[in-house]
C-alpha cells in the first residue's frame, strides 16, 4: 500500500505563486503515473496535471504555461509548482498516484486547499 501526502498549500493573492508537494509517506512508488486533481466548492474533481514514469507529462488547457509538474523518484515525490495564480485555481488540490500506465489511479492523497483572493 501506498499513502500520499500534500503539503504546501495556503492563501495567496492573485498572480502569486506556490509550490505544491506530494510526499509518499508509507510504501515506495517508483513507477507508473503520478498526477494532480483539484475540486472547487460545488464542482467536480479535475483533472490539472501528470507525470508519466517516461516523463511525459500532461496538462489541462487552464494551467497549461502557467503550472509545471516534476518529479522525484529517488525521494518518491512529486511537485507541482503554480504561477501566476488566478481566483478561479482556488480548490482543494489532490495528488494521486497508478502503478500502471494508464486507467484509473489507485492512490490518493487527503487534499491540500490552495486559496488564490483576487
Known amino acids: 500500500q501506498v499513502r500520499l501526502v500534500e503539503s504546501g498549500g495556503g492563501l495567496v493573492q492573485a498572480g502569486g505563486s506556490l509550490r505544491l508537494t506530494c510526499a509518499v509517506s508509507?510504501?515506495?512508488?517508483?513507477?507508473?503515473?503520478m498526477a494532480w486533481y483539484r475540486q472547487a466548492p460545488g464542482k467536480e474533481r479535475e483533472f490539472v496535471a501528470r507525470?508519466?514514469?517516461?516523463?511525459?507529462?500532461y496538462y489541462a488547457d487552464s494551467v497549461k504555461g502557467r503550472f509545471t509538474i516534476s518529479r522525484d523518484i529517488a525521494n518518491n515525490a512529486v511537485y507541482l509548482q503554480m504561477n501566476s495564480l488566478k481566483p478561479e485555481d482556488t480548490a482543494v488540490y489532490y495528488c494521486?498516484?497508478?502503478?500502471?500506465?494508464?486507467?484509473?489511479?489507485?492512490?490518493w492523497g487527503q487534499g491540500t486547499q490552495v486559496t488564490v483572493s483576487s
Open positions: 494521486a498516484a497508478s502503478h500502471s500506465v494508464s486507467g484509473a489511479y489507485d492512490y
Open positions: 508509507e510504501g515506495t512508488f517508483n513507477s507508473g503515473r
Open positions: 507525470h508519466n514514469w517516461t516523463g511525459w507529462t
